[in-house]
């Protein structure tokens, strides 16, 4: 089955822990994104990947970083996690040729405390 | 840059009933429009898009039209119906802008039984 899977689901963390968010695509898309959801924000990019070894900053992505070295695998890391970082966040693919369509990840729900 | 705005942020109607969402954007350059539909603890999922070279799209009881010389674009869903409760998401993007979405900030639609 073609997804987006996010790991953990759920996380809850204290200031300044640093932590990881796993994002595995099984479509072979080269393309891949970070975002983040707040209540009447909508999404905000974060951070994403055209292709292994190629990122680039989205439109928040001060206290993120991120990797990309196996097209499948984006992870996204919080060194020193701060309370406005608590937020829903999501991975999202896509093979950005044929179709544009972005393929998301049922998201991850950090609070930090 | 771009600039994408989405009302209603909350829309309440009838079950059988239409349901209408408008987005406008600022660049007149941007040239692809995808809706996203999000369920209850879930990723956004596309429903429908359109390039800036058609009017109009149907498919099945969705629809979104494109107004380029107001740039405005708008989803139509005829005969409501209670799983159409969710919160929707326009987006715009330009050919040249490497897959990225400009998003909107989200319409929550109640479908009233």
């Known amino acids: 089955e073609a997804q987006v899977t996010q790991n953990p689901r759920y996380l809850i963390t204290v200031t300044g822990k640093k932590l990881t968010v796993t994002c595995s695509q099984n479509?072979?898309?080269?393309?891949m994104s970070w975002y983040r959801q707040d209540p009447g924000l909508g999404l905000r990019q974060i951070y994403y990947s055209m292709n292994v070894e190629v990122t680039d900053k989205g439109d928040v992505p001060e206290g993120y970083k991120v990797s990309r070295k196996e097209k499948r695998n984006f992870p996204l890391i919080l060194e020193s996690p701060s309370p406005n970082q608590t937020s829903l966040y999501f991975c999202?693919?896509?093979?950005?040729?044929?179709?544009?369509?972005?393929?998301f990840g049922p998201g991850t729900r950090l609070t930090v405390t | 840059g771009e600039n994408v705005e989405q009302h209603p942020s909350t829309l309440s109607v009838q079950e059988g009933d239409s349901a209408v969402i408008k987005c406008t954007y600022s660049?007149?350059?941007?040239?692809?429009f995808p809706w996203y539909k999000q369920e209850l603890g879930k990723g956004p999922q596309l429903i429908i898009d359109?390039?800036?070279n058609v009017g109009e799209k149907k498919d099945q009881r969705i629809a979104v039209t494109l107004n380029k010389t107001a740039k405005h674009f708008s989803l139509h869903i005829t005969e409501t119906q209670p799983e159409d409760s969710a919160v929707y998401f326009c987006?715009?993007?330009?050919?040249?802008?490497?897959?990225?979405?400009?998003w909107g900030a989200g319409t929550k639609l109640i479908i009233k039984p």
């Open positions: 999202a693919s896509s093979s950005g040729q044929v179709s544009y369509e972005q393929y």
């Open positions: 660049d007149s350059a941007s040239n692809y």
């Open positions: 359109i390039r800036s």
């Open positions: 479509m072979n898309h080269e393309y």
């Open positions: 987006a715009a993007s330009r050919w040249d802008s490497n897959y990225q979405l400009i």
